[in-house]
């Protein structure tokens, strides 16, 4: 009883405003996100698909995050019928970014660069801390044709105030490619392809407090039965006029197979 009114007395003389200590968010290390702009008539586009294999291998593919965005001339025929890869939504981020020529890439959302400079780029980003983390996970529902999507966004280093954005790409899809020699692969395997914007060509508003935790939920249907959901990824990523916080990548689970286990 004696200790219990000790303790109470000993909070008592606390001064109000030194209950509570804030402690700052730990640090989180910046992935880099690579939108590269190709197309399948591109001959040199393959070129900096080997420079993007070989960034992941020498940084490892969750912090160099790639998403090959077919778009441009390159992505259609010479009678400008859109190929198989193709999307309105890449034409818009082309435009937007004023491609030129291709292959050319836009790191971190600073700006286009050629490939054969990109590894000072990444170098560089991956050198700076990010203001936020960023987690993401995605699970379809075969049943239903829904993709459920779920992005925890916390504000580590300061506010942020922003865009998140949510990308569905897809890895081992066969299609024709042109190559540096002129010849055409027609079992040329596509890696990290867009297919779509889950939540709009530019995403949802965020605006968070340093240390303010947010969760964010989205669904997306299955509209193009050539998908493989089982290869597919969720690319999720928070931005602003300055560039890309942060950026990560998850797998896309079967319901079935969370289910079964």
């Not at 925890?152 to 490619?177: F, H, R, S």
């Not at 055409?184 to 890696?191: I, L, T």
Request: with cysteine.
């Amino acid at each position: 009883m004696l200790m219990a009114v000790c303790l109470q007395m000993a909070c008592s003389n606390i001064d109000e405003a030194d209950r509570i200590v804030y402690v700052k968010p730990p640090s989180v290390s910046r992935s880099v996100l690579i939108e590269d702009f190709t197309g399948q008539r591109c001959v040199n586009c393959p070129k900096a698909t080997d420079e993007i294999k070989r960034l992941q291998e020498e940084y490892g593919e969750q912090n160099v995050i790639a998403v090959g965005i077919h778009s441009g001339p390159f992505a259609k025929s010479l009678r400008g019928i859109p190929l198989a890869l193709y999307t309105s939504e890449g034409d818009e981020y082309y435009d937007y970014w004023k491609v030129e020529s291709q292959p050319k890439g836009v790191i971190n959302r600073r700006g286009t660069s050629d490939y054969t400079s990109w590894t000072t780029i990444v170098r560089d980003e991956m050198s700076k801390v990010a203001p936020v983390s960023l987690e993401a996970a995605c699970v379809f529902d075969p049943q239903q044709s829904l993709f459920n999507f779920k992005v925890e966004v916390m504000a580590v280093d300061g506010a942020t105030n922003g865009k998140l954005q949510v990308w569905l790409l897809e890895n081992g899809i066969v299609e024709p490619q042109y190559l540096p020699d002129g010849s055409v692969d027609r079992e040329y395997v596509h890696q990290h392809v867009f297919r779509t914007s889950v939540n709009g060509t530019w995403g949802t508003d965020l605006s968070l407090k340093e240390g303010e935790r947010k969760t964010e939920l989205f669904t997306y249907e299955l509209r193009d039965e050539t998908w493989v959901p089982a290869n597919m990824e969720a690319v999720a990523f928070v931005y602003d006029d300055r560039g890309v916080s942060q950026v990560t990548k998850c797998k896309v689970h079967l319901l079935d197979e969370i289910v079964s286990e």
